[in-house]
């Protein structure tokens, strides 16, 4: 009795970084719970065959190549989503692109990109997909934070932590200037999840992928597709009390105690961060 909570049939779905990972994971389960989708990607062939999967469900897609580190292309996609569907009711926005630097060697160049493509280009997006579900009195955003926003990672991560401790205030922020008008905005912040960037780092280091799985007691890393509930969720009408919330996708990382053990069976004291 309870399906219709998650039938997303006659909404419109915007998803950036649909070409692959998590962005097209989101996009297909929305389109399999019934949702017309944008599928927005600067790759614009992995964006293509993300719609025609979408098409092969019986949905609407249209695939767009856009940089939406740009305010500019991003409201010329807003247009776009204007003339071909006439409304937005969810905004997937997980496009983004990060840097690795010593906090000493970050250039402030390199500083400001991060800042341009994580922060200023969500907020665009956010911005654009806001002004029209404003006006419906209706609509639900999704953005992608990190773990990296609440906790320290090291290993470089200074810039990409500051853009997503930045993503968590914009969520917040937006979700209590705008939740009275009907609008939702929720983060959810993944811990390490298999990409094509992150296996990269994982083969030319052979000891990192055992320090990430020491930190996550569900034993395994991230997989794309473990986003899927979470965004039909955020995107239906089960989620019409869910607002402000920076919900933890980690395999349990936020819980553990830096000090603590995954699955041990010993009663150790003294082994804490404090």
Not at 13 to 34: F, T
Not at 116 to 139: D, H
Not at 235 to 257: H, K, V
Request: net charge neutral; glycine share 12%.
């Amino acid at each position: 009795m309870t399906e219709h909570l998650f039938d997303l049939t006659g909404k419109l779905a915007v998803v950036s970084g649909a070409a692959q990972g998590m962005g097209q994971a989101s996009a297909l389960a929305l389109a399999q719970c019934g949702a017309d989708v944008m599928v927005v990607d600067r790759n614009l062939e992995g964006a293509q065959a993300t719609a025609a999967q979408i098409r092969a469900l019986g949905r609407r897609a249209m695939a767009l190549a856009t940089d939406v580190s740009d305010p500019v292309a991003v409201a010329e996609l807003f247009c776009l989503v204007d003339a071909e569907f006439g409304r937005v009711d969810f905004l997937g926005n997980i496009a983004g692109d990060g840097h690795l630097a010593k906090p000493e060697e970050l250039t402030i160049s390199d500083l400001h990109r991060v800042l341009q493509n994580l922060v200023v280009g969500r907020f665009a997006m956010c911005q654009e997909a806001g002004k029209r579900m404003l006006r419906q009195r209706s609509g639900s955003i999704m953005n992608i934070g990190s773990l990296a926003s609440s906790t320290a990672l090291g290993r470089g991560h200074i810039a990409y932590s500051m853009a997503m401790g930045a993503v968590v205030q914009m969520t917040r922020e937006l979700s209590t200037e705008w939740s009275y008008r009907g609008v939702r905005v929720n983060c959810v912040t993944p811990a390490q999840v298999v990409n094509p960037g992150l296996t990269a780092r994982m083969n030319a280091d052979p000891t990192l992928k055992g320090r990430f799985l020491h930190g996550i007691p569900a034993g395994r890393l991230g997989d794309p597709r473990d986003i899927q509930g979470l965004a039909v969720l955020l995107a239906s009408d089960a989620s019409l009390w869910i607002t402000g919330a920076i919900i933890p996708r980690d395999g349990g990382n936020m819980a553990m105690n830096a000090g603590g053990t995954p699955g041990h069976e010993g009663h150790e004291s003294g082994v804490g961060k404090w």
